[in-house]
């Protein structure tokens, strides 16, 4: 069983920068894809981006430019840094992991919020 912890949400004001973290253990951390999602009030849980251990990532076009996904295996932690937050960053984010690249996003974490003001 994996358990993710993520950190580092809070109230930020437009164009600022917040880095967010995402802690796992219960298993071998570079054998897990991860991930990061968001859900604002009212709107369905939206993908943001995705890293594997190789270094490979991806990225929603929403995010893409202003939002960096990182990984550190020796630390079995995983990194969101976003920058240049507008209000509509405004959500719950969410941490999730998964074994194989087929399958459905496995495991997740409680969430962590995230406000931008204008």
């Known amino acids: 069983q994996v358990q993710l912890v993520e950190s580092g949400g809070g109230l930020v004001q437009a164009g600022g920068s917040l880095r967010l973290s995402c802690a796992a253990s219960g298993r071998t951390f570079s054998s897990l894809i991860m991930g990061w999602f968001r859900q604002a009030p009212g709107k369905e849980r939206e993908f943001l981006a995705a890293a594997w251990s190789s270094g490979s990532t991806s990225y929603a076009d929403s995010v893409k430019g202003r939002f960096t996904i990182s990984r550190d295996n020796a630390k079995n932690t995983m990194y969101l840094q976003m920058n240049s937050l507008k209000p509509e960053d405004t959500a719950v984010y969410y941490c999730?992991?998964?074994?194989?690249?087929?399958?459905?996003?496995?495991?997740w974490g409680q969430g962590t919020q995230v406000t931008v003001s204008s």
């Open positions: 999730a992991a998964k074994v194989l690249v087929t399958s459905n996003w496995t495991y």
